[in-house]
């Protein structure tokens, strides 16, 4: 009798032993064994993406993915804030951007040339259970922002539309503006969103080829038009109009920058097409910073145009372009303009539909989601199952709900994602050296350093907090100064290398700003997006428990082998 185990004991040993399972899932990592431009070919080639894209369409899909209506609106509604400043705020904004699209450009040029971007990078530098935490925060954002995009493209498409007298006032709310609302709001039906990203959903399930042809031009149309606005717009600025350049004071600048800093944002879809690179190690890095430049360069000179063109007090709050051009006589620009949204934002919904199926191909594949997600069409070489599921989704969305009234808890994964890169870039220079220059008895060197990485989170989290809520100048500088001295520790008690391919400068510093400033950011966003943050969280953790720890390959499966990508060709 003695040795016979009771029904809580058992109970207490199958417990423990489902956690220490769950425990050591969680923290496995991807092995990087294979060679840095390297791509995942099953033998009968059957899962193979196949590389089509050159580094004119990898800057033109950065452009596409980050250019969309907003030029056209955004940059007049902060404006109305920021002044002439507004400038300023965009270069700021930029400026961060470059320096997160420095981390993304070392670890796409590092990291094998498959899909993934930040999900692939988190688990080869960190654990399986964050790379599923980001890939999900990941998917929220493109799911509701999908959605969102598709009912506003709806709109204009509408608004285009019903320039022809035969439309005019005779198209429903219920196909195109806004949407037949139902049960106090809470159900919006709108039939030409989810038209479009069934569209949009065939054209990317024929092949890269096709969807790379239609977003170049769309996104040529779209900078042509931008630029054409620019140019005529420069006739009619009255230098007189950015004076006083920031009348609100600096602090609006500031703040404008916070916002228009998710104008940018988009240019990590280079990272998520590594598959279908012909030439991944050196074009990623060039695309992504290439298309962040330029989007730079337009942002800047619309901003200097419409606050030069109309008193930045006398802009419009949906149209402040449009509205501009007509004040000043020049209608046909406003016609250029809405055409330029349209273009805009197709481009934006066919990149983020684009990104959001290679995620799901690539979590398919290390078996954190059914198989059936890792399936690519023998012939079209896109994955088609994966990419129709997003169509699904965003189409259900974006056809039954006012989406917009989501959009505040928008950005998350955004921030998360560029945040847990920049991270990364730490964390994989560490991995190459056993040793630190100091050694710890309390810790080990790479705990230590995912500490500081940590404090510098928080404290940019917390700045942000009493940025936002002006708290005394005293907690700004505290913040400010631990921030500092996790840095500083990251310099001082860590060695790094420099990795083969795209290095990223300034190693640790670059990156601890950039997770500085993101997390900054996250501070800033409605409280809302953080109660988001953490259900998700939870959720995704759940789901993880339940099924992703059993069937998660992150090793090399049987069935695939590694084969070298093509190199550039020697002259």
Not at 154 to 183: C, Q, R
Not at 275 to 287: V, W
């Amino acid at each position: 009798m003695g040795g016979q185990k009771t029904p809580s004991s058992s109970s207490s040993s199958s417990s423990s032993s489902w956690f220490s399972h769950f425990c050591s899932s969680a923290l496995r990592t991807k092995p990087i064994n294979s060679p840095l431009d390297t791509i995942l070919v099953s033998r009968n080639s059957t899962d193979a993406l196949v590389r089509r894209l050159g580094l004119l369409d990898l800057i033109l899909l950065g452009v596409g993915a980050s250019i969309g209506a907003g030029i056209f609106v955004v940059t007049g509604t902060v404006a109305r804030d920021a002044g002439p400043g507004v400038t300023v705020s965009f270069i700021l904004a930029g400026l961060s951007c470059v320096l997160n699209a420095l981390c993304y450009a070392e670890l796409a040029s590092r990291l094998p040339a498959v899909v993934g971007g930040a999900y692939l990078y988190a688990y080869s530098a960190f654990n399986e259970l964050t790379a599923f935490l980001v890939f999900g925060q990941l998917m929220i954002d493109y799911h509701i922002g999908a959605a969102s995009i598709a009912r506003s493209l709806a709109s204009y498409v509408v608004t285009i539309l019903e320039m022809f007298p035969v439309f005019k006032d005779n198209i429903p709310s219920w196909i195109g503006h806004g949407g037949e609302e139902f049960l106090g709001g809470t159900l919006s039906i709108n039939l030409l969103a989810p038209f479009l990203l069934a569209l949009l959903t065939v054209i990317l399930c024929l092949g890269v080829g096709e969807s790379s042809i239609v977003n170049s031009f769309m996104t040529v149309l779209k900078v042509v038009i931008v630029i054409i606005v620019i140019f005529v717009g420069a006739f009619e600025v009255d230098v007189s109009n950015w004076s006083p350049f920031a009348p609100h004071g600096v602090k609006e600048i500031l703040t404008g920058s916070t916002v228009v800093f998710f104008a940018y944002v988009g240019f990590d879809a280079v990272a998520n097409s590594a598959e279908e690179s012909r030439r991944p190690q050196r074009d990623l890095p060039l695309g992504i910073i290439g298309s962040l430049v330029i989007c730079i360069a337009l942002y800047i000179g619309v901003c200097l145009v419409l606050t030069g063109m109309v008193p930045y007090y006398l802009l419009g709050e949906d149209a402040p372009l449009a509205e501009a051009f007509t004040s000043k006589g020049l209608k046909y620009v406003s016609i250029l303009i809405s055409i330029g949204a349209v273009a805009g934002l197709t481009t934006t919904l066919l990149v983020g539909l684009y990104v959001q199926s290679r995620l799901y191909l690539g979590l398919g594949r290390d078996g954190l989601l059914p198989s059936l997600f890792s399936k690519v069409h023998p012939t079209r070489h896109t994955p088609i199952h994966s990419q129709v599921w997003v169509g699904i989704v965003a189409g259900i969305l974006g056809g039954l709900f006012n989406v917009h009234v989501l959009s505040h808890i928008l950005s998350v994964g955004a921030l998360t994602g560029y945040s847990v890169v920049s991270a990364c870039v730490l964390a994989l220079r560490w991995k190459d050296k056993t040793a630190s220059q100091f050694s710890s008895r309390w810790t080990s060197a790479w705990r230590e350093g995912v500490l500081c990485i940590v404090a510098v989170a928080c404290c940019g989290f917390a700045t942000g907090l009493f940025y936002r809520f002006s708290a005394s100048f005293i907690f700004l500088v505290v913040a400010v100064v631990i921030a500092i001295l996790a840095t500083a520790a990251l310099c001082c008690r860590q060695t790094y290398t420099n990795p083969p391919g795209f290095s990223c400068p300034g190693v640790p510093i670059v990156p601890a700003v950039c997770v500085y400033f993101n997390m900054f950011l996250f501070a800033q966003l409605h409280h809302e997006a953080w109660v988001r943050f953490v259900v998700l969280s939870i959720i995704m953790v759940g789901i993880y428990a339940f099924y992703g720890q059993y069937h998660a390959k992150p090793g090399s499966d049987e069935s695939i082998i590694y084969q070298r990508a093509p190199t550039e060709p020697t002259r």
